[in-house]
């Protein structure tokens, strides 16, 4: 098995290294971290730091949502791709297991996922670095920050992305439709987002709306809802509760449906 995994691993990343998708998605998050920052820093909002703890959480979730499409141009090309030539039956006809060559062909594109995805990283710290900024709208450097968002969000987020554009992939074995499902779901989680808020259910059913969040961002909410301001420039989301829960409950949920 050993064997095996090595070289399949290897061709999956240097495929999508090669590939321009890999760099203009990695581009492209970049441009739009560096953009937002410089944006929100330049004209500031109100009393709260764009790059303190709560608001780095807060844009890293944002951005997830849209990784849904990032995870769709590298877990569905990479089934899709075996379908359009035919190798399907000529790769299982070899001594490896069906799904570890799935399985390892699946964390090497979520591996490149994240990969290409980080390029929001770079954007958003070098946005609160450019000249001409608010400096009332800038907090202190934060890396904590940065990394328990990382963990918490980016991660389990676009394994969540990966899985669905996996299961799309899989059943359809067509990549236009995996990206057009894969947009459909983004405009349905942004419309459920607007349906389902503080202002529209009862403060009391809001911990139950926050399990059923894929993404985390009612759970994330959660922790910060009672905050002041000094708080929201300051604190570190608690990252436990809710949150931890929540995190937890969907990767299991993936798992499972990336194994059916």
Same mark, same amino acid.
């Given at each position: 098995?050993?064997?095996?995994?090595?070289?399949?691993?290897?061709?999956?990343?240097?495929?999508?290294?090669?590939?321009?998708?890999?760099?203009?998605?990695?581009?492209?998050?970049?441009?739009? !971290? +560096?953009?937002?920052?410089?944006?929100? @820093?330049?004209?500031?909002?109100? /009393? =709260?730091?764009?790059?303190?703890?709560?608001? &780095?959480?807060?844009?890293?979730?944002?951005?997830?949502?849209?990784?849904?499409?990032?995870?769709?141009?590298?877990?569905?090309?990479?089934?899709?791709?075996?379908?359009?030539?035919?190798?399907?039956?000529?790769?299982?006809?070899?001594?490896?297991?069906?799904?570890?060559?799935?399985?390892?062909?699946?964390?090497?594109?979520?591996?490149?996922?994240?990969?290409?995805?980080?390029?929001?990283?770079?954007?958003?710290?070098?946005?609160?670095?450019?000249?001409?900024?608010?400096?009332? !709208? +800038?907090?202190?450097?934060?890396?904590? @920050?940065?990394?328990?968002?990382? /963990? =918490?969000?980016?991660?389990?987020?676009?394994? &969540?992305?990966?899985?669905?554009?996996?299961?799309?992939?899989?059943?359809?074995?067509?990549?236009?439709?995996?990206?057009?499902?894969?947009?459909?779901?983004?405009?349905?989680?942004?419309?459920?987002?607007?349906?389902?808020?503080?202002?529209?259910?009862?403060?009391?059913?809001?911990?139950?709306?926050?399990?059923?969040?894929?993404?985390?961002?009612?759970?994330?909410?959660?922790?910060?809802?009672?905050?002041?301001?000094?708080?929201?420039?300051?604190?570190?989301?608690?990252?436990?509760?809710?949150?931890?829960?929540?995190?937890?409950?969907?990767?299991?949920?993936? /798992?499972?449906?990336?194994?059916?």
């Amino acid at each position: 098995m050993k064997q095996a995994t090595l070289p399949v691993v290897r061709f999956e990343i240097f495929y999508h290294l090669k590939r321009p998708t890999f760099w203009i998605i990695s581009l492209l998050f970049f441009g739009i !971290a +560096l953009m937002d920052s410089v944006s929100n @820093a330049s004209q500031g909002q109100a /009393f =709260f730091y764009i790059n303190s703890p709560s608001q &780095i959480f807060q844009t890293t979730i944002w951005y997830t949502i849209f990784g849904i499409v990032a995870a769709a141009a590298f877990v569905a090309e990479t089934f899709v791709r075996d379908t359009n030539y035919v190798m399907e039956e000529l790769i299982f006809s070899t001594p490896i297991r069906k799904w570890n060559y799935l399985g390892l062909r699946f964390f090497a594109a979520v591996g490149m996922t994240l990969l290409a995805f980080s390029g929001y990283l770079p954007g958003t710290i070098i946005g609160t670095l450019m000249p001409g900024l608010n400096p009332y !709208a +800038l907090g202190p450097f934060r890396p904590d @920050a940065y990394f328990f968002s990382y /963990f =918490f969000f980016v991660i389990p987020n676009l394994f &969540i992305a990966s899985a669905l554009a996996f299961l799309l992939a899989s059943r359809t074995r067509n990549l236009a439709i995996t990206y057009a499902g894969a947009i459909v779901l983004v405009m349905l989680y942004l419309a459920s987002l607007m349906m389902v808020g503080m202002e529209v259910i009862n403060f009391n059913q809001y911990r139950f709306w926050a399990m059923l969040d894929p993404f985390g961002f009612h759970a994330f909410e959660e922790t910060r809802l009672r905050w002041t301001v000094y708080q929201h420039n300051t604190l570190m989301p608690n990252l436990t509760g809710t949150l931890l829960v929540n995190r937890f409950l969907w990767i299991i949920v993936d /798992f499972v449906a990336w194994g059916v």
